[in-house]
């Protein structure tokens, strides 16, 4: 399928500006941040309206990082959770970034969500945040109950390297011998150590995730070519995926990631674990939080929602806890 319209129009205009501006990959971490932040003002649509509480958690080197609670689900006893890691190429994106869509996920299910703002590189460079990922992690363990939060009934999930973030969560878990949760919702992730696929060289550019912008943030984040191995970086470097969450897989048809989220989802089924690996015409990279573009952003978050649901319906497997 040909480019959904509304998005060819906006990257048609969007690609006839490049010249006047700097690439990203041309910016300091600042400037890319301030770029990114003020795009998701242009791209997406303000949040539904529901209860949040900003919390401040530990880390394991004392450090603090915020998080962001929203509640959305009915009743005073604890409430299922979705433990959501942002996207942003690990230099960019927070809480605020993501807030549209972290709302729809809550108010939808509904839900309780949080959401990390896990420290970022060039300043904090790897692992540091797949750390505060799992610090995060072990608080909500502790914690979550006293904020409203069944550790029970919970899933762990995010798009881009917020998708990395939370299967190398489950890898991590099940090595440490850990019951899964009951889902990872994975939106277009990254997965490979080396960014040398097929479909990395035919959207490379004028597709929203530009090639050399990739590049960019994984040099700002990793320490050496050594980092690129380890399997918090790369799941696809995982010896062994088998015993993992059941996963939703949501790749885009234009996204330079498709392949490697497709190698993923093979992986993860060759390894016994379930799979719904959904693909979106004629969509592009970060489509979840593109509500101002295109009607299909609506159209995922709902399934995003009915998934959420349906797993934290569904009878009581084990979970993390």
């Known amino acids: 399928m040909a480019l959904h319209p509304d998005l060819q129009a906006f990257l048609e205009l969007a690609n006839a ?13 600042a400037q890319a ?60 994106g927070g809480l605020e970034s993501h807030d549209s869509l972290c709302r729809s996920l809550a108010l939808g299910t509904p839900c309780n969500v949080l959401a990390i703002d896990y420290r970022l590189a060039p300043e904090h460079r790897f692992p540091t945040a797949f ?34 973030l939370a299967t190398a969560l489950c890898i991590a878990a099940r090595d440490a011998g850990m019951p899964q949760p009951l889902l990872q919702l994975l939106l277009y992730p990254c997965t490979a150590a080396q960014q ?45 995926l088998g015993r993992l969450a059941p996963t939703l897989m949501v790749l885009a048809e234009y996204d330079p990631l498709i392949d490697e989220g497709k190698r993923y989802a093979e992986r993860l089924q060759a390894a016994g674990v379930a799979v719904d690996l959904q693909i979106y015409a004629g969509m592009v990279h970060d489509f979840a939080r593109l509500g101002a573009l ?11 929602c009915k998934a959420l649901a349906h797993a934290f319906q569904a009878a009581r497997s084990p979970a993390l806890a």
């Open 17 to 29: 500006q490049a010249s006047s501006r700097p690439r990203m990959s041309q910016m300091t971490a």
């Open 33 to 92: 941040r301030a770029a990114y932040d003020n795009a998701t003002l242009a791209l997406d649509l303000p949040g539904d309206d529901l209860p949040t509480e900003d919390l401040d958690l530990p880390t394991r080197d004392g450090a603090r990082i915020r998080a962001r609670l929203y509640r959305a689900a009915p009743g005073h006893t604890a409430a299922p959770c979705l433990l959501f890691l942002h996207g942003g190429g690990y230099v960019l």
């Open 131 to 164: 750390l505060d990922a799992q610090d995060a992690l072990a608080w909500l363990l502790e914690h979550g109950g006293r904020h409203g939060l069944d550790a029970q009934r919970l899933a762990i999930g995010g798009d881009s390297v917020g998708g990395t």
């Open 196 to 240: 040398d696929s097929d479909s990395h060289a035919r959207l490379a550019t004028g597709h929203l995730l530009e090639g050399d912008t990739l590049a960019w943030m994984f040099g700002q984040y990793l320490r050496s070519d050594a980092d690129r191995q380890d399997w918090r970086f790369a799941p696809l470097q995982a010896s062994d």
């Open 294 to 304: 295109t009607e299909e952003t609506e159209v995922l978050r709902g399934r995003l």
